[in-house]
């Protein structure tokens, strides 16, 4: 889904969350001749093809594409160069960096014939809609602009950060010269300088489409152009429902550009906490869900009975409390419900948003208490900037006030805002509700996401002829709105990768996201485990801890990602191998990889879970009661070390990693051990998963890998 906020123009609102992030921007466009609308997809299909295989009286590969759709069209025209000229204008991109190929516009027994019988076609597919997943975030990381990782790096400058998105504004003043921008915030919400998490690195925006999402053929050609034109990051808040990867034309071109050696960021959706909805699920791409900051935006609502329960809003008037109101439930807030007689000067409880209030509003309602509906849903709260009195409650405030409605004869209650910005004082980061889960719906010994970001109620540059609810009847404007969404967790990922390019130029992308898993961290500001927003269940076991099917390896620390000991490398062969153990055929390899011959023969023990990932998922089943995976690190410290193993694992399974030691002497020495899991018998046998860590360690670096167990 898109965000946890209103669709429209939410990719443009994190492209501006992005410009916090650069000194300047340059903006390349790709060859873009058209913007799809979802309605116009049914008709255009991306061909992929071996140009290796293109014949020699062809000039060109677009030449030879305009060719093939001629020849398998039944509607051609006879005159050669009138088929070729009606068939050119039908052609929407080539592709010719990440991959080879083209998006063009078909009848289906056209795509039928070209799929069956074109030569060097390997794959045609229909196009597919990705839709956006959607500043006290750079602190809250760790990030300093006095000392530290920003000092050392020097704030990234000269990384360019290609986004894949809807567009820019570039009259922000997030694209001033500076990049800085003081006094940055939602009317008097979250004010102070807003800076990104890479504030010197470069922009290039590559327009995919307009404000209801981008087509895959329009994301590919601006991966294309991103690749050819140099860029070292690319970010992209946008996902659809997982699909096998030679079918996921997103996989398909982000595995070419980190054959390129380009780190690709992508959001992991926001369908939680439901398991298997996290998308973008490749081993290629880096995935990242949304975690909570430590700062709130209280609003007190007190109750008949004295009781205060405090909600979060964006509210922004100024009010003491002192006049209590009738409290009414309703089960909509619709417009239907909604009628004068109902709510007229009464404070209306249901589930509901800003568009509900404004409806409320003209109906001559009093105030309004949105509630969090669901027990998953959790404390993490969003904001919402109400025209009228209004909070939002959480599921366990709700609680509360649905056992006052049940005791009092005539309920009231009153508002109090203060209109204030809180940090530091709630438990943070934790893995917000909304943030998609695993697991990993196309390869479950696959661990998504990766990392955690942060991705709720983060202020973000904003567009100032856009209402800041995306309402018409919303006549607010500001240059910064405070936006949720793994859409935001994104291209905080994407900035700390920036970093981390500057300081290693020629690090991999493997080797870039394993540096932030390896160093993330797993507990919150108060030295407890990250919380779970929402509701985990193993069995008849409820975890209040975020395990890795939320929280990935955990939330992004760019001050140790930087000096991370070691790392775990993984190139083209790595995921060609990887691609076999899902016994991909020759024809599905090949959208990968041209001119592959196929698979060589299966080796012993190997498996999706063999690939060198910086996490584990072991999965057990009635025959299998014993796994053992292999690792290789690679030391990436200057002086020698030794590290020792440590293990965490559940009382239904013993680990054992050999060697326990591992010495290293110099840089970029390689190291390789196995681990050996036993799903002890009599132990979980009605468990369905659990978790453990894997962690090699000295007094001044611990590379630390989470573990999932499986059972059938």
Same mark, same amino acid.
């Given at each position: 889904?898109?965000?946890?906020?209103?669709?429209?123009?939410?990719?443009?609102?994190?492209?501006?969350?992005?410009?916090?992030?650069?000194?300047?921007?340059?903006?390349?466009?790709?060859?873009?001749?058209?913007?799809?609308?979802?309605?116009?997809?049914?008709?255009?299909?991306?061909?992929?093809?071996?140009?290796?295989?293109?014949?020699?009286?062809?000039?060109?590969?677009?030449?030879?594409?305009?060719?093939?759709?001629?020849?398998?069209?039944?509607?051609?025209?006879?005159?050669?160069?009138?088929?070729?000229?009606?068939?050119?204008?039908?052609?929407?991109?080539?592709?010719?960096?990440?991959?080879?190929?083209?998006?063009?516009?078909?009848?289906?027994?056209?795509?039928?014939?070209?799929?069956?019988?074109?030569?060097?076609?390997?794959?045609?597919?229909?196009?597919?809609?990705?839709?956006?997943?959607?500043?006290?975030?750079?602190?809250?990381?760790?990030?300093?602009?006095?000392?530290?990782?920003?000092?050392?790096?020097?704030?990234?400058?000269?990384?360019?950060?290609?986004?894949?998105?809807?567009?820019?504004?570039?009259?922000?003043?997030?694209?001033?010269?500076?990049?800085?921008?003081?006094?940055?915030?939602?009317?008097?919400?979250?004010?102070?300088?807003?800076?990104?998490?890479?504030?010197?690195?470069?922009?290039?925006?590559?327009?995919?489409?307009?404000?209801?999402?981008?087509?895959?053929?329009?994301?590919?050609?601006?991966?294309?152009?991103?690749?050819?034109?140099?860029?070292?990051?690319?970010?992209?808040?946008?996902?659809?429902?997982?699909?096998?990867?030679?079918?996921?034309?997103?996989?398909?071109?982000?595995?070419?550009?980190?054959?390129?050696?380009?780190?690709?960021?992508?959001?992991?959706?926001?369908?939680?906490?439901?398991?298997?909805?996290?998308?973008?699920?490749?081993?290629?791409?880096?995935?990242?869900?949304?975690?909570?900051?430590?700062?709130?935006?209280?609003?007190?609502?007190?109750?008949?009975?004295?009781?205060?329960?405090?909600?979060?809003?964006?509210?922004?008037? $100024?009010?003491?409390?002192?006049?209590?109101?009738?409290?009414?439930?309703?089960?909509?807030?619709?417009?239907?419900?909604?009628?004068?007689?109902?709510?007229?000067?009464?404070?209306?409880?249901?589930?509901?948003?800003?568009?509900?209030?404004?409806?409320?509003?003209?109906?001559?309602?009093?105030?309004?208490?949105?509630?969090?509906?669901?027990?998953?849903?959790?404390?993490?709260?969003?904001?919402?900037?109400?025209?009228?009195?209004?909070?939002?409650?959480?599921?366990?405030?709700?609680?509360?006030?649905?056992?006052?409605?049940?005791?009092?004869?005539?309920?009231?209650?009153?508002?109090?805002?203060?209109?204030?910005?809180?940090?530091?004082?709630?438990?943070?980061?934790?893995?917000?509700?909304?943030?998609?889960?695993?697991?990993?719906?196309?390869?479950?010994?696959?661990?998504?996401?990766?990392?955690?970001?942060?991705?709720?109620?983060?202020?973000?540059?904003?567009?100032?002829?856009?209402?800041?609810?995306?309402?018409? $009847?919303?006549?607010?404007?500001?240059?910064?709105?405070?936006?949720?969404?793994?859409?935001?967790?994104?291209?905080?990922?994407?900035?700390?990768?920036?970093?981390?390019?500057?300081?290693?130029?020629?690090?991999?992308?493997?080797?870039?996201?394993?540096?932030?898993?390896?160093?993330?961290?797993?507990?919150?500001?108060?030295?407890?485990?990250?919380?779970?927003?929402?509701?985990?269940?193993?069995?008849?076991?409820?975890?209040?801890?975020?395990?890795?099917?939320?929280?990935?390896?955990?939330?992004?620390?760019?001050?140790?990602?930087?000096?991370?000991?070691?790392?775990?490398?993984?190139?083209?062969?790595?995921?060609?191998?990887?691609?076999?153990?899902?016994?991909?055929?020759?024809?599905?390899?090949?959208?990968?990889?041209?001119?592959?011959?196929?698979?060589?023969?299966?080796?012993?023990?190997?498996?999706?879970?063999?690939?060198?990932?910086?996490?584990?998922?072991?999965?057990?089943?009635?025959?299998?009661?014993?796994?053992?995976?292999?690792?290789?690190?690679?030391?990436?410290?200057?002086?020698?070390?030794?590290?020792?193993?440590?293990?965490?694992?559940?009382?239904?399974?013993?680990?054992?990693?050999?060697?326990?030691?591992?010495?290293?002497?110099?840089?970029?020495?390689?190291?390789?051990?196995?681990?050996?899991?036993?799903?002890?018998?009599?132990?979980?046998?009605?468990?369905?998963?659990?978790?453990?860590?894997?962690?090699?360690?000295?007094?001044?670096?611990?590379?630390?890998?989470?573990?999932?167990? $499986?059972?059938?």
């Amino acid at each position: 889904m898109a965000s946890t906020t209103s669709k429209p123009l939410q990719c443009l609102a994190l492209f501006l969350l992005l410009a916090q992030l650069a000194h300047s921007a340059f903006i390349p466009k790709p060859k873009n001749r058209t913007e799809h609308k979802p309605d116009q997809l049914s008709n255009t299909y991306i061909v992929h093809v071996n140009h290796l295989l293109k014949p020699s009286r062809f000039a060109t590969l677009e030449h030879w594409y305009i060719s093939m759709v001629a020849t398998h069209s039944p509607r051609a025209a006879t005159n050669a160069t009138a088929a070729a000229a009606a068939v050119a204008g039908r052609i929407l991109y080539t592709y010719d960096t990440v991959m080879h190929g083209f998006a063009v516009r078909l009848a289906a027994d056209e795509a039928r014939s070209l799929s069956r019988g074109a030569p060097g076609v390997t794959a045609v597919h229909q196009a597919r809609m990705y839709y956006p997943q959607t500043t006290r975030s750079p602190g809250f990381i760790g990030l300093d602009p006095e000392y530290g990782l920003w000092r050392d790096t020097e704030f990234g400058d000269g990384v360019i950060i290609g986004v894949i998105d809807s567009g820019i504004w570039p009259e922000s003043p997030s694209f001033n010269a500076g990049s800085e921008v003081h006094g940055a915030g939602l009317f008097m919400f979250a004010r102070g300088t807003a800076r990104g998490v890479a504030p010197k690195a470069r922009i290039a925006m590559y327009k995919c489409g307009g404000n209801w999402g981008c087509s895959d053929a329009a994301i590919i050609a601006g991966i294309d152009a991103a690749v050819k034109d140099g860029v070292d990051i690319i970010s992209i808040s946008l996902g659809g429902f997982p699909i096998p990867f030679y079918e996921d034309s997103l996989a398909i071109a982000t595995f070419g550009a980190q054959r390129e050696g380009v780190f690709v960021a992508l959001a992991g959706g926001n369908s939680g906490p439901r398991p298997y909805t996290v998308t973008n699920v490749a081993p290629w791409m880096t995935t990242v869900g949304a975690g909570a900051v430590d700062r709130l935006f209280p609003a007190n609502l007190t109750l008949g009975n004295g009781e205060v329960l405090v909600g979060q809003s964006l509210y922004t008037k $100024m009010a003491t409390g002192t006049t209590m109101a009738p409290l009414v439930l309703l089960d909509s807030c619709d417009e239907w419900s909604l009628s004068p007689d109902v709510v007229m000067g009464k404070i209306v409880v249901c589930l509901a948003g800003v568009y509900e209030g404004m409806l409320l509003q003209n109906a001559g309602g009093a105030g309004l208490v949105s509630m969090q509906g669901e027990e998953w849903h959790g404390d993490g709260v969003v904001a919402d900037a109400f025209t009228l009195p209004a909070l939002t409650l959480s599921y366990s405030k709700a609680e509360k006030l649905m056992d006052y409605f049940e005791s009092a004869a005539s309920p009231v209650a009153s508002f109090s805002f203060a209109c204030e910005t809180v940090t530091g004082e709630n438990r943070a980061p934790t893995a917000v509700g909304f943030s998609s889960r695993g697991p990993n719906r196309v390869v479950p010994e696959l661990l998504k996401p990766d990392v955690l970001a942060p991705g709720l109620n983060i202020l973000a540059a904003w567009p100032r002829d856009i209402p800041v609810s995306m309402l018409n $009847m919303d006549t607010r404007r500001s240059e910064f709105n405070i936006l949720s969404g793994t859409s935001m967790a994104c291209p905080h990922a994407a900035g700390v990768a920036a970093l981390i390019k500057k300081r290693h130029g020629d690090w991999t992308p493997a080797m870039i996201r394993s540096a932030m898993m390896t160093t993330a961290a797993t507990l919150d500001n108060t030295g407890r485990d990250i919380t779970d927003e929402g509701v985990q269940e193993a069995a008849n076991a409820t975890f209040t801890s975020a395990t890795p099917l939320a929280a990935g390896a955990g939330h992004v620390r760019p001050q140790l990602a930087v000096d991370p000991g070691l790392v775990y490398d993984a190139g083209v062969e790595d995921y060609v191998d990887f691609l076999c153990s899902l016994n991909y055929t020759v024809e599905q390899l090949r959208v990968f990889v041209p001119d592959t011959a196929g698979c060589a023969p299966a080796l012993p023990g190997g498996g999706p879970a063999n690939l060198n990932y910086p996490s584990f998922v072991v999965a057990f089943n009635g025959s299998t009661r014993v796994r053992t995976l292999t690792r290789t690190v690679t030391k990436v410290y200057e002086k020698p070390e030794t590290y020792s193993v440590a293990v965490s694992a559940p009382a239904g399974v013993k680990v054992t990693v050999r060697p326990a030691t591992l010495e290293f002497k110099e840089k970029n020495e390689e190291k390789s051990y196995t681990v050996e899991f036993t799903s002890v018998a009599g132990g979980h046998v009605n468990q369905s998963w659990d978790v453990g860590h894997i962690s090699w360690e000295n007094r001044k670096h611990q590379v630390r890998s989470p573990v999932v167990f $499986m059972w059938n």
